[in-house]
C-alpha cells in the first residue's frame, strides 16, 4: 500500500533521529489511538475541518499504521487483504448492500 519510497522515507526519518528505541508495538499502538482521536476531534460537534488539518492528521495515523506493520515485519497489502477476505465472507453482500445494519450469514 504504502511505496518503498514512503516506507524508507519514514524509516530515516526515524533513524536520523534515533527514535526507533522509543517506538516498541505497544507504543506506536498507542500513538495510533491518540492521533485518531485528534483526527476525530476535528468533526466534534458536527463541524466541517479545515481540509488541511485533516490530512494532516490522517497522515499522523497512517505514519503510525504503517511504522507498527513495519516493526512488526507485516505486509500491509496481504494483512488488509486477508482481513478483507474474512469480513466479505461474515458479511455477504446480499445481506448488506446499502444497509447500515450488518447482517452476518446466518
Not at 60 to 69: I, K
Not at 76 to 101: C, M, R, W
Request: aromatic fraction near 6%.
Amino acid at each position: 500500500m504504502s511505496s518503498p519510497a514512503t516506507l524508507q522515507a519514514l524509516r530515516t526519518f526515524v533513524a536520523e533521529r534515533d527514535w526507533d528505541k522509543f517506538h516498541t508495538p505497544e507504543n506506536l499502538a498507542k500513538s495510533i489511538s491518540i492521533e485518531a482521536a485528534e483526527l476525530l476531534e476535528l468533526y466534534q460537534w458536527g463541524q466541517t475541518p479545515d481540509q488541511t488539518r485533516v490530512e494532516e492528521e490522517l497522515a499522523d495515523v497512517l505514519t503510525y499504521c504503517v511504522h507498527l506493520a513495519s516493526r512488526l515485519n507485516l505486509d500491509i497489502d496481504k494483512i488488509i487483504l486477508s482481513k478483507l477476505e474474512k469480513t466479505n465472507a461474515k458479511y455477504p453482500v446480499e445481506l448488506n448492500q446499502g444497509e447500515i445494519n450488518k447482517s452476518a450469514e446466518p
